[in-house]
């Protein structure tokens, strides 16, 4: 028996133009969660109706389901169409692009309707697509990155300490303990701060060995290679300063202070040392 699929009327939701099968036999029995109903002549139309009344009511489960009922008994491509609106409708865009693909590759379709239905599933692709791109915006806002500590380099120690060396004696003597104590004093102070400038920079590079974000191992290297030469700066410097020191405690305290010459540390930032200062 030849039939003409009825259309749904609300908000465009079948395609114009019709389609022709043949109507499954009586006695089957058609189930999909919505109720029990034996397949008679009629059944296919009862379907249809019982359908576009559920998508009227906003059922939209309830609506593919009797769809896909009458499907099964008559494999009408505009079902296909219809499925796809509710879908579309209902906001599963996902869906519904499967079902206008599913319509438009039929070859009972005619070429209109395979046009509107491809108008459709490209706009529905393009809604999914702008989704898309706002979630991953929106996780990447949400995802704090670590600002990196910077640190700066220390400023070169310059410790303009005397120290008499063999010169004729003076009138008055003077102890030179308290310049040893202070450059004792000084290079401490320096290898403390190379071991805290040292440890920032290993936390920065154990940063780097963790992380998996390219901007933020960049980030953490940078950091790293420029407090690594600070640190070794205060370790050399730190190591020179105290070893003067100690030196000078342990000299004679008879030596006596020269106006014309003096040992001077001396610490730039590319080199450390000490060094004899004349005055003619």
């Known amino acids: 028996m030849q039939r003409t699929l009825l259309s749904l009327v609300i908000a465009s939701l079948v395609v114009a133009g019709p389609g022709t099968s043949q109507v499954a036999s009586a006695g089957l029995l058609v189930d999909a969660g919505i109720g029990p109903a034996v397949a008679t002549e009629d059944s296919f139309e009862s379907l249809t109706e019982q359908a576009s009344q559920k998508f009227r009511d906003k059922e939209y489960d309830a609506a593919v389901a009797l769809f896909e009922q009458a499907y ?3 494999p009408e491509p505009n079902i296909l169409f ?3 609106r509710i879908y579309e409708e209902a906001g599963k865009l996902e869906d519904a692009i499967v079902y206008y693909e599913r319509f438009v590759t ?4 005619d070429l209109d309707s395979r046009q509107k239905a491809l108008r459709r599933r490209d706009v529905a692709r393009e809604i999914v697509e702008i989704k898309r791109r706002d979630e991953a915006k929106r996780r990447g806002e949400e995802e704090q990155k670590p600002t990196p500590v910077e640190v700066k380099s220390p400023d070169p120690v310059f410790v303009p300490t005397e120290v008499v060396v063999d010169d004729p004696p003076r009138p008055r003597t003077r102890s030179t303990r308290p310049v040893g104590w202070a450059l004792v004093g000084t290079g401490g102070a320096a290898l403390i701060g190379g071991f805290v400038v040292g440890g920032v920079a290993k936390r920065y590079h154990r940063a780097f060995s963790e992380t998996y974000k390219l901007e933020e191992a960049r980030d953490f290297k940078a950091t790293g290679l420029k407090l690594a030469p600070a640190a070794d700066a205060l370790f050399i410097a730190g190591g020179i300063l105290a070893a003067a020191g100690i030196v000078i405690l342990l000299l004679p305290q008879s030596r006596r202070a020269s106006k014309k010459s003096a040992l001077l540390p001396q ?3 590319n080199s450390v040392g000490v060094g004899v200062f004349g005055r003619f």
Not at 106 to 109: F, G
């Open 72 to 74: 099964a008994l008559n």
């Open 82 to 84: 219809n499925i796809g």
């Open 106 to 109: 039929d070859p009972q379709v």
């Open 267 to 269: 610490v730039t930032p």
